[in-house]
Nanobody, 127 residues
Framework: VYLVESGGGTVQAGTSLRLSCTLSGGIFSAYTTGWFRQAPGKEREFVAAISRRSDSHYNVGSAKGRFTVSRDNVQNTMYLQMNGLKPEDTGIYYC?????????????????????WGQGTQVTGSS
């Protein structure tokens, strides 16, 4: 499968962005999907995940309360709505997918648990 992220950019702190991740080459509804980010010099960090039945899960420290993950199985797309952006949210945001047709409630928080990745989209929160 192929994943393509879009929607990144440079924004003022406190404003919002919505990232999109579109999957092709597979049946989107059969995949658990997630968002990760990587800041310069740091390891890739879990941000949010959404199960096939749309249960959402967040990195409590970085995303809970400000970010919302959602999916549209008709559009084959996952979204990340980011509100109240902070300079520390800066990084490359990646979407990931894992085939999970046998478990509609499954979600994953470790990069090693995902099998497909997008190229990433840069998000910069300026102060």
């Amino acid at each position: 499968v192929y994943l393509v992220e879009s929607g990144g950019g440079t924004v003022q702190a406190g404003t919002s962005l919505r990232l999109s991740c579109t999957l092709s080459g597979g049946i989107f509804s059969a995949y658990t999907t997630g968002w990760f980010r990587q800041a310069p010099g740091k390891e890739r960090e879990f941000v949010a995940a959404i199960s096939r039945r749309s249960d959402s899960h967040y990195n409590v420290g970085s995303a809970k309360g400000r970010f919302t993950v959602s999916r549209d199985n008709v559009q084959n797309t996952m979204y990340l709505q980011m509100n109240g952006l902070k300079p520390e949210d800066t990084g490359i945001y990646y979407c990931a997918a894992r085939y999970s047709v046998q478990n509609a409630s499954a979600y994953y928080t470790s990069p090693q648990e995902y099998t497909s990745w997008g190229q990433g989209t840069q998000v910069t929160g300026s102060s």
